[in-house]
């Protein structure tokens, strides 16, 4: 398809582009930094954003920053999730078969905890994405996982993942006081302004091997426009201009071209 035509070695604007790869924006790099303290000192940490805002991103450059000898990560991604299948899902990526009650299953997950820390020498890292589909019974169960020992220390990193009303529709409210006044880092992934969004459209096509500019400095403007800064809209309409452009045999998109693939052919016209 349009790799051939515009001469590219690999697919940009896709999620499984390599981590080193990846845009590093200032706010990018800072959360990430910020989300490593927290795995270092077995902090509790809250990620918050808009939808397609980057937060996946986000966790795969920092998961992929954690020294493999020296963490075990363990990703639970379930609206569903229960605080018993909470416990069942972390000991099933620890290879433990977990036992039917949820309070059996919690000792069996702290003792495993307590294992990896004490005899692996290993610090444990827990990543709960979407978390802003779980209900108050499952958030509140992570105070009781991070009360350890008389409270005086956590035995793991917990890092809450979610888009915006995690805060706003939850944590922020009075019912969830007790959980909020436990949280040590909080981060919020703002959209790119315009200046990031055309260093984050040109990252993407130098991981392609696209030696030329093909986006002109007004389709740039466009595409900013309608994506508002939005890393997964910017995919959508990046990939969608550059079909046109090859079925077009056009080697330069301008903002024509931009505004005819948000109109025609992103279902919900961009943005808006």
């Known amino acids: 398809m349009f790799e051939e035509f515009f001469g590219m070695q690999h697919t940009p604007f896709v999620r499984d582009v390599p981590v080193q790869s990846l ?17 270092d000192r077995q902090l509790f940490a809250v990620v918050t954003g808009d939808a397609g805002s980057g937060k996946s991103t986000t966790i795969r450059r920092f998961v992929a920053s954690l020294p493999k000898d020296q ?6 991604s379930d609206s569903k999730l229960t605080p018993r299948w909470l416990y069942k ?27 990896i820390r004490l005899m692996q020498h290993k610090k444990c890292v827990i990543i709960l994405d979407e978390a802003h589909l779980l209900d108050k019974e499952t958030l509140e169960e992570f105070r009781f996982l991070l009360n350890y020992q008389f409270d005086s220390m956590s035995p793991t990193a917990l890092v809450l993942v979610g888009q915006n009303e995690l805060w706003e529709e939850k944590l922020r409210l009075r019912r969830y006081a007790a959980i909020r006044q436990r949280i040590d880092v909080r981060c919020t992934l703002p959209n790119l302004d315009r200046a990031e969004t055309e260093r984050y459209i040109r990252a993407h096509m130098v991981y392609a ?18 994506s508002a800064g939005i890393p997964r809209v910017i995919n959508r309409i990046c990939e969608k201009s550059l079909m046109y452009a090859c079925q077009k045999q056009k080697h330069l998109i301008d903002d024509y071209s931009v505004r005819y693939v948000s109109d025609h052919e992103l279902a919900e016209g961009g943005n808006s």
């Open 89 to 115: 899902g972390l000991l099933d990526q620890l290879g433990i078969e977990s036992r039917f009650y949820r309070g059996d299953a919690k000792r069996q997950f702290q003792k495993e905890v307590e294992i």
């Open 71 to 76: 963490y075990i990560t363990l990703y639970l």
């Open 23 to 39: 845009y590093g924006s200032e706010v990018l790099d800072d959360t990430v930094g910020r989300l490593t303290y927290a795995a």
């Open 209 to 226: 091997g696209c030696e030329n500019d093909i986006f002109t400095d007004k389709a740039l403007d466009e595409v900013f426009r309608i």
